[in-house]
């Protein structure tokens, strides 16, 4: 039987071992980015992360969301950077006062998915607003990802731009789903409906079903990628130096060529531009 001395010796060995045990065992650094869907569903991040924390020993976990939800998990403080694509959000959240600094990082562009039938007679255009006035006078399946993402928001603008009021022509034809761009691929292969979707995001697809590219190459369906540490003067406990750390190597040389060497059966997902000015 153990007696009450020896118990006390059992003891003060613990806490004598226990700091030396904690010093033995450095704490794993992390940050938190809250980023658009399509920078995981393309891939990108499976590609990005494990050359950054190679160099820096710093873990990246990723909050994937729409870029409306991921901005506002940025305003909460619940994440240390926001990646994201809609640029007027963006520099809105930054004059808000809830980032720091917009750069841009890299582009790539929308391209409207829909069945090889082509029920709207739109496949081959280069005008994205013809084709969505088509889509809309013959009542063509539509797939909205209805999430308030960055797609979601390029979406309704060109809209807009094609002079239709959505909210108040939309039918049956126009389905609302709430989810990211991986679910309104899918249900668009299952039903043959019409989808905009970012290029990166469809060339990393596999569920196709019967879909193709339809409309391309229009100026307006350009996509522009921007990055932003979240205040450390909004939310102290915001990691500032490595959520800066990680920042800085997406817009070096480094980063950018790691973006660009990016590719799937030889196609380019991302066009790095963080020297652009304006971008």
């Known amino acids: 039987m153990i007696d009450r001395k020896m118990w ?13 045990f904690a010093q033995g065992t450095p704490a794993e650094r992390f940050i938190t980015v809250s980023s658009t869907t399509s920078t995981t ?18 873990e990246v976990r990723v909050v994937s969301q729409g870029t409306g939800q991921a901005l ?27 980032g720091v600094e917009r750069k841009p990082v890299m582009y790539n562009d929308f391209v ?15 005008d994205i607003v013809t084709a969505l006035k088509a889509v809309q006078a013959k009542g063509s399946l539509f797939i909205s990802r209805g999430d308030k993402s960055g ?32 679910a309104a691929l899918n249900m668009a292969s299952a039903q043959n409906g019409y989808v ?55 817009v070096s040389p480094e980063g950018q060529k790691a973006i660009s060497d990016y590719k799937i059966g030889g196609a380019s997902l991302f066009f790095p531009n963080a020297t652009q000015p304006g971008a």
């Open 112 to 126: 409207l998915i829909g069945p090889k039938a082509d029920p709207a007679g739109i496949k081959g255009g280069k």
């Open 8 to 20: 006390l010796v059992l003891g003060l060995a613990l806490v004598a071992s226990g700091p030396a």
């Open 196 to 250: 905009l979707s970012d290029r990166a995001t469809w060339l990393n697809f596999r569920n196709r079903g019967d879909l193709d590219i339809v409309v391309e190459g229009d100026r307006r369906l350009f996509n522009q990628y921007g990055v932003m540490l979240v205040n450390p003067a909004k939310h102290s406990h915001v990691k500032k130096a490595e959520g800066q750390a990680f920042i800085d190597w997406l």
């Open 151 to 182: 797609t979601h928001s390029a979406e309704l603008n060109l809209w807009k731009a094609a002079e239709i009021d959505i909210e108040k022509v939309k039918g049956p034809w126009y389905r609302e789903i709430g989810q990211g761009m991986g």
């Open 72 to 98: 506002d998990t940025g305003r909460r403080g619940d994440a240390d950077v926001v990646f994201v694509h809609a640029r007027a959000q963006e520099l809105k959240f930054v004059e808000e006062g809830f």
């Open 41 to 58: 569903d393309s891939g990108l991040f499976t590609h990005l992360l494990p050359l950054f924390k190679a160099k820096t020993g710093i």
